[in-house]
Every structure is written in structure tokens, then in C-alpha cells.
């Protein structure tokens, strides 16, 4: 993926008011190292280090910084802000270390975090690089769906949608089914998470199934996603937003709660994960005192951590560790350690049995003891 969208991650960030001296740091530490993260032979090269030894150093400092905006420490942006923040460190160090390739590796992951947050964002939102035409360039940004990822990040929804169309079409034509569902995924989350607007996903499908040349495994994932979308058709919630607390625990008992009755890693309920996180995420953002804030963390988290499984960004382990650490004597603390104990086991699950570094089992402990401590 190309380091102009990295470059446009950090350009977008102004859109929280971050210090302006030093976003235009990041700004230049992402232009130096431009070159390099197109190339990973570059960035490996030891005669370019020193030039992205000093460019990482300037970024980790500048996005450090950032975090002093009070936006960013609000509970619905603090978990992502905290993994980009620790991704961007770890990339520094583990350059330092000469672990270059974990290092390109990790920078590169942080791509998408951006995109997490800014479509958490209401539509009302826009980036202050919504308009500047400098930010991205697409006469070198060749790939369509690349392109439209920038796009994404910047919150031009628009340019997003048009470039992942371009996509689906290119990658028809090639007969790139490995890789087709991607831009439809893309569009989904700008449909649905973003817009809120199942009808027109609706109508996006129903022009992709009539034309009959999709392979068969993605025209039965467009099905089932359309099957969820007119059942989202009906929710009041769409058309009027969440107002108030008891409008959001109704939603929740009415849209959220149903899902832990089903396989909720299905493949056709991410329509359900993508409406159900966006419109929290909207209550959250307008209501940022909420005193449902604990339960917001956790069903953040829930869907988050299904949604990671589908390329669509997770930060769900950090909501539940938010939950747990700020809230810990709240009943729902509780179910997010389950929650968050249930992930890391799974990530150290294999055929060999469970092996949970030593660092992380003590982090459980603690969390667990925090709770204890608080029933006290």
C-alpha cells in the first residue's frame, strides 16, 4: 500500500485540532519517509538509517504531543489514539533494535486505525483536509482501491466510494476474486457505518447481483448482507437518531443484545457490527458525558472484536481495557474482562495448546484484581 496513505493519516489528524507545530512535524516526518515506505528494500537499506532512524524519532514525538487534544482522550477516540500511538513507538524502537522488517511491518499496520476512528465520526465531521487537494495526489497513487483507502481516511466519502468502484470493476476484469470483497467491504462500512443508509446499499447490490458475473462466493456474501440491510430497512433509530439514554438502552436491548443469541462472527451480521458501532459511536460523540459511558466501552469492544476477523480495523481489546481500568466498579466491568480474557486466549491458542506470554498474564491478573478490589 502506498505511503501516501499513511502520509494522509497524520495529515487528518489536524481534524481533532491537535497543536498545528506539531502536526506540521508529522507532516515532514511522513514526507521523508515517503520513499521508504514504498519500498521495503529501501527501508531496509543501511545507507538510509540515519535519515529514517530521525524521521521515526520526529514522528513518535509529534503524535505524543497530539495526544494532549481533549478530543483524543475522550473515551470513543481514546483506544485507537493509544494503539497508534504505541504502533508508531514500537516501529521507532524496533528500527532502533534493527528488527526493520517488524518495523516496516507495524508502521504499515497503523493504516488503518485512521480509518477506525475518522468513521466513527458523524457525517457532520469534516476533516480539515476535506478540501485540500495537496493532501493526495492520484495521478501517483495507481491503484484504485489504494487510492479510494486515502480518500477513506480523509473522510471524502465520495472520491472513497468512486475508487473502490473503479476496484470492484478492475479486479472483475483481471478476475481478481481473491481480492474482490475488499472494495465491496469499503463501501459497506461507508453505506452503513458512515451514512447509515441501508436502501442504498440495497440498490448497490441488487445492481452487482443482476449483471451476473460476480464469482459465486462473493454473490452469496452480497446476499446475505442484504438479507441483514432490509431488515436495518426498519430501524427507527436510521431515521432518528438516539436523543437520549433510555432511547440508546432500548436500541441496545433491541438491535445489540439479539446478537449474542447468534453466531455473531457470521458473515452477514458485519451489517449489523458496522450499524450497530456507528450509531453508538454517534450518540457517543454528541453526548460525550454520557453515564452509559461503561456500557458504550463495552459494546464498542463487542463489535470491534468481531469486526476485526473481516480487514474491517479492530481496537475491541483496548475498549475492554478502557471499561475495565476507568470503570472498574461498574457492574459491566465485569463482562468486559470475560471478553477481554476470552481474546487474549484466543490469540495464543494453537495446536500446542494455549502459551500467554508472561507479561500479558500478569496484565489479566492485575485487571482482574483491580475489579476485586473494587467490590471491596
Known sequence: ?????????????????????QMNKAFHS??????????????QNKKNRKIIQKNLKELDSAFQVAGHDHLIKHDLFAPSYELLSSNIKESSLSFEKDK???????????????MDCHTRLPMSVTS??????????????????????????????????????????????????????????????IEVKVKKDPTSMISIINDYLSKKHLPPT????????????????????????????????KFIKRRLEPLKEEDSFNDS??????????????YFFENQNSPSAPEISY??????????????LSTGNLYFKQCIKKYPQTPIAKECLKEYTES?????????????PSEIKKELKDLSDLLEEKKK
Open 1 to 21: 500500500m502506498k505511503y501516501f496513505l499513511i502520509w494522509a493519516i497524520f495529515s487528518s489528524i489536524n481534524a481533532f485540532a491537535t497543536p498545528l507545530l
Open 30 to 43: 511522513i514526507t521523508e519517509l515517503g520513499p521508504y515506505l514504498r519500498n521495503e528494500e529501501e527501508f
Open 100 to 114: 526493520k522488517d517488524y518495523s516496516f511491518w507495524i508502521l504499515k499496520e497503523t493504516l488503518t486505525l485512521c
Open 128 to 189: 480539515s483536509f476535506q478540501n485540500g487537494e495537496l493532501t493526495i495526489d492520484p495521478n501517483k497513487i495507481k491503484d484504485p482501491y489504494d487510492l479510494g483507502v486515502a480518500y477513506l481516511i480523509v473522510r471524502r466519502f465520495i472520491d472513497a466510494k468512486d475508487n473502490f468502484t473503479r476496484s470492484i470493476q478492475d479486479r472483475i476484469i483481471k478476475k481478481e476474486t481473491g481480492r474482490l470483497l475488499l472494495p465491496f467491504q469499503q463501501i459497506l462500512m
Open 218 to 249: 462473493v454473490e452469496n456474501e452480497l446476499k446475505l448482507w442484504k438479507t441483514r440491510l432490509e431488515i436495518w430497512q426498519k430501524e427507527k433509530a436510521i431515521t432518528n437518531q438516539i436523543e437520549n439514554e433510555q432511547e440508546l438502552k
Open 269 to 282: 451480521l458485519k451489517v449489523d457490527l458496522l450499524f450497530g458501532t456507528g450509531i453508538i459511536s454517534q
Open 299 to 312: 459494546w464498542m469492544g463487542w463489535m470491534e472484536k468481531r469486526l476485526k476477523k473481516e480487514n474491517f
Open 344 to 356: 487474549v486466549e484466543f490469540d495464543f491458542s494453537g495446536s500446542g495448546g494455549m502459551a500467554i
